[in-house]
T-cell receptor
Framework: GPKVLQIPSHQIIDMGQMVTLNCDPV?????FYWYKQILGQQMEFLVN????????KSKLFKDQFSVERPDGSYFTLKIQPTALEDSAVYFC??????????????FGPGTRLTVL | GDSVTQTEGQVTVSESKSLIINCTYS????????LFWYVRYPGEGLQLLLK?????QKGSSRGFEATYNKETTSFHLQKASVQESDSAVYYC?????????????FGLGTTLQVQP
């Protein structure tokens, strides 16, 4: 089936530095998402992105977070500066549309971010 | 608020035995809840197992089935006879139909171990 790729699979970074997580969504999908899962906790929604704009974001999507997808390339999540509580696995997802079966979200394998 | 509860963190079942994984939900801000079961096999990303968007309906896939019960706010996952290859982590998720929120709200996940 359609695949979402995430690069890198694991990133270790010092607190205060910037990090960019990359997602290669399914090629014809239009809606993009980031979710965050802290070890032992539920996967939680961060942000939904469509047509170059953030459509919806949660309280977890702090001011230090930003997303973009320049010119149809990777969909990225940037954290600047990073904090210890940003350590988690970040999952990217994409969907074709919003209604019926096009609403189905396809997930990547996740990027494990460790902030030291 | 909106939430999903999976009561079992881990379930161990012998091959060919039946399985039930419990899921209940609370959808206070989503007018038309959609319900999903996702599965993560070892080393892979989340995959959609089945979904139901209409209360009272049953979804099925790969021998698994789940019925969307609005009265009991439940969406339990069942299988009559499990196989070793079903060993994975299963996530119940709540989402909104078109016109509502696009995010998915996940349960904590239930790790299924099938013993030969």
């Amino acid at each position: 089936g359609p695949k979402v790729l995430q690069i890198p699979s694991h990133q270790i970074i010092d607190m205060g530095q910037m990090v960019t997580l990359n997602c290669d969504p399914v090629s014809n999908h239009l809606y993009f998402y980031w979710y965050k899962q802290i070890l032992g906790q539920q996967m939680e929604f961060l942000v939904n992105f469509y047509n170059g704009k953030v459509m919806e974001k949660s309280k977890l999507f702090k001011d230090q977070f930003s997303v973009e997808r320049p010119d149809g390339s990777y969909f990225t999540l940037k954290i600047q500066p990073t904090a210890l509580e940003d350590s988690a696995v970040y999952f990217c997802a994409s969907s074709l549309g919003l209604g019926g079966s096009s609403y189905e979200q396809y997930f990547g394998p996740g990027t494990r971010l460790t902030v030291l | 608020g909106d939430s999903v509860t999976q009561t079992e963190g881990q379930v161990t079942v012998s091959e060919s035995k039946s399985l039930i994984i419990n899921c209940t939900y609370s959808a206070t801000s989503i007018a038309y809840p959609n319900l999903f079961w996702y599965v993560r096999y070892p080393g892979e990303g989340l995959q959609l197992l089945l979904k139901v968007i209409t209360a009272g309906q049953k979804g099925s896939s790969r021998g698994f089935e789940a019925t969307y019960n609005k009265e009991t706010t439940s969406f339990h996952l069942q299988k009559a006879s499990v196989q070793e290859s079903d060993s994975a982590v299963y996530y119940c998720a709540l989402g909104g139909r078109a016109g509502n929120t696009r995010k998915l709200i996940f349960g904590l996940g239930t790790t299924l171990q099938v013993q030969p």
